[in-house]
């Protein structure tokens, strides 16, 4: 057996629990997905992956800064003829 070394990493669980789902779907567990990782790291000398930050636009910005003011644009509804009526408006 080849001589290994230990990498302690500390996760949310929740991500853990689903990371280790996923990769019992594809039949390895969690160490070999991290060595396949390390070892694409060293074959590509660059992460394997395209790593960007997501563009979000006017309407998703607005929406998120309203969100983080405290601004419900929101209405609920308990008729459904009132509802219809609002989404006809919109058109």
Not at 48 to 70: S, Y
């Given at each position: 057996m080849?001589?290994?070394?230990?990498?302690n990493?500390?996760?949310?669980?929740?991500l853990k629990k689903?990371?280790e789902?996923?990769?019992?779907?594809?039949?390895?567990?969690?160490?070999?997905?991290?060595?396949?990782?390390?070892?694409?790291?060293?074959?590509?000398?660059?992460?394997?992956?395209v790593?960007?930050?997501?563009?979000?636009?006017?309407?998703?910005?607005?929406?998120?800064?309203?969100?983080?003011?405290?601004?419900?644009?929101?209405k609920?509804?308990?008729?459904?003829?009132?509802?219809?009526?609002?989404?006809?408006?919109?058109?």
């Amino acid at each position: 057996m080849a001589k290994t070394d230990n990498i302690n990493v500390r996760i949310e669980p929740e991500l853990k629990k689903e990371v280790e789902t996923t990769l019992n779907d594809l039949g390895m567990n969690l160490a070999e997905a991290i060595t396949i990782y390390l070892k694409q790291i060293v074959l590509t000398e660059s992460i394997p992956f395209v790593i960007k930050k997501p563009k979000l636009n006017k309407e998703t910005i607005k929406a998120i800064e309203e969100a983080e003011k405290g601004i419900n644009l929101s209405k609920g509804y308990t008729d459904l003829d009132e509802m219809w009526e609002d989404l006809e408006k919109e058109d």
